[in-house]
């Protein structure tokens, strides 16, 4: 089962930026969890992060062609902004997990939209890193007939 786990814009700063808020381990050390918990299940995983709206919006787009079987997003800011990016999960309707380390409910107003989570089937928030494993796991569960 092949699915793709896709980050957004200041992701690849985990570890720098407002570690009071994200943490310490760094985007890498992400990576390497993603990588790991596809190892553990069988799942074969392709990482992606981007500060490019296009650039997020293509590497959904290709989801479509290339056999994958579900998403794992965090589009980080533009969760709150990007139609572009819900209406690419809508075109390739591929079932999608939304992520966000923090607990974004808890956050400032403008937080408190997200376009992409109206394309997904499951959000998990304030979790840090294990609700990507979270998110993978839900996906795998779902493909091997225990989930919804
Ligand atoms: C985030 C939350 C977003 O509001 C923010 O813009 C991010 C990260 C999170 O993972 O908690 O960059 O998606």
Sequence with gaps: MKIVVLNGPNLNMLGIREKNIYGS??????????????????????????????????RIQQAYFDGTKGIVINPAAYTHTSVAILDALKAVNLPTVEVHLSDVSQREDFRQISYAGKACVKTIMGKGFLGYKEAMLFLFEKFNGKGE
């Design 25 to 58: 381990e760094t985007y890498e050390d992400l990576v390497k969890l993603i990588e790991m918990t596809a190892e553990e299940n069988a799942i074969e995983v392709e990482v992606y992060q981007s500060n490019h709206e296009g650039a997020l919006v293509d």
